[in-house]
């Protein structure tokens, strides 16, 4: 059935969009991911050159110098009409081609620019900033792709002031060390670093907890792939949730201990990579065999909770995006502790939201994701969490905050 459900996805998108779920190996003939997806040694990336192209006889400047930026070479059409190519940092890759850059001019005018895919094809709907406006979608009308999905033009007003375009919003390493700074202001957040990425981004952890010595835990990971920012929408409203003033929250953290790395591919984020870390590895195909830092640093990190026998593990979770929103649970005849968590969370989900489908995907455990480490390490009940790429950003919120709500109360009916 789940085989015949996703040859059908396979064939109504023409295989196009890939979505960045875990794969088990025994799916390999409809996998989503590329060939060697699975092989996690080192593999050569091409970096991009981060550099400003002007055009001076349009007045009319591109940068992809700055942190997300992802355009790797921009040419001159006309006084008007510019292309720039995106490629991944390496190939195969997931089919998550991401896009940014930045683009001025001496002059109002407006610009036709058209990205060239190579290794994929357009997925990412345009977001626009300038320096005056927050993020918002480019207006339907101001932009097409071609048939095959190779090519995405957009029509963009640019003035002196900056514009930024960008496949998503960019919420990058700098982003998320203002977030977390912001949530350690509270007594009961503290943040340090375990490790630091390849090019020395450091993997900070969030601990969450009313008391020292609270010895049940929930695991909380996000961002092992750069584009997945509609994930990081969900992993903060969730959080932030978790670390609320609610009675809910505040019973919840007198029980139970938070231990959460937000970031957890640094490097890819903040290069502009569609899928990789710096060596050019999917970091979600590495929980296996741990031959990247990134993962054997935080792996390590939750493995130390052995250490001490009272610790006992409750739930893990890592948020993902992909084409719409899914729950990839474990295959449902498998013990778990607590027994069937995420049945019982996800029905209390559904009591909150009638309206909301909840969307499960369960798979098995032999997978080299995540998912299937905290269920192997730790005997429990994991999720990857998925949101839709394009899911109203409000609305992402309002589903991972009740997400949260429902956790805290299917695990507080545990132990209370
Ligand atoms: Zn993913």
């Known amino acids: 059935m789940q085989i015949l459900k996703k040859s059908l996805f396979i064939l109504l998108t023409g295989g196009i969009l890939s979505g960045c779920s875990q794969t088990d190996q025994n799916d390999q003939p409809l996998s989503y991911d590329p060939p060697g997806s699975t092989n996690t040694k080192d593999k050569q990336i091409s970096p991009q050159t981060r550099e400003v192209v002007g055009f001076e006889n349009a007045g009319v400047w591109f940068s992809n110098d700055f942190e997300g930026g992802r355009a790797n070479a921009v040419r001159q059409i006309d006084a008007d009409k510019y292309e720039i190519d995106i490629l991944p940092e390496n190939a195969p890759v997931n089919n998550s081609a991401w896009y940014a850059f930045q683009v001025w001019s001496r002059e109002a005018r407006r610009v036709q620019v058209t990205l060239n895919y190579s290794d994929g094809n357009h997925r990412y709907q345009p977001k626009i900033r300038t320096n005056d406006t927050g993020w918002k979608r480019l207006a339907e009308e101001s932009w097409h792709i071609d048939s095959a999905r190779t090519q995405a033009t957009l029509s963009l007003d640019v003035s002196p002031d900056t514009l930024l375009v960008s496949g998503q919003e960019l919420i990058t390493s700098s982003v998320f060390e203002a977030w977390t700074d912001s949530l350690v202001a509270l007594p009961y957040v503290h943040k340090s670093v375990i490790a630091e990425s390849r090019e020395g981004r450091p993997l900070s952890k969030l601990t969450i907890s009313n008391v020292p010595n609270a010895r049940r835990f929930v695991l909380v990971i996000s961002r092992q792939h750069p584009p997945e920012v509609s994930g990081s929408f969900a992993l903060m409203a969730f959080i932030e949730r978790l670390c609320s003033d609610t009675d809910l929250a505040q019973r919840f953290r007198d029980q139970f201990t938070v231990v ?54 409750y739930f893990g979770i890592d948020f993902h995006s992909t084409q719409e929103d899914v729950f990839y649970t474990v295959t449902k005849d498998f013990e778990t502790f607590p ?74 009916n545990e132990v209370e």
Do not use: C
């Open 260 to 313: 959460a790395v937000p970031l957890m591919n640094p490097d890819g984020v903040d290069n502009g990579h569609w899928r990789h870390n710096r060596a050019g590895v999917d970091l979600n195909r590495d929980w296996l065999n741990f031959n990247q830092p990134e993962t054997r640093a935080v792996s390590q990190m939750f493995l130390g909770l052995k250490d001490n026998p009272e610790n006992k593990v």
């Open 339 to 412: 027994d069937r968590f995420s049945d019982r969370w996800l029905a209390r989900l559904g009591e909150k939201l009638p309206d909301y489908h909840i969307n499960e995907d369960p798979s098995g455990v032999e997978s080299p994701t995540s998912k299937s480490w905290f269920y192997r390490t730790f005997n429990v009940d994991a999720v990857t969490y998925e949101v839709g790429d394009e899911v109203e950003r409000p609305r992402i919120r309002m589903i991972a905050t009740n997400a949260a709500d429902a956790m805290m109360e299917v695990l507080l």
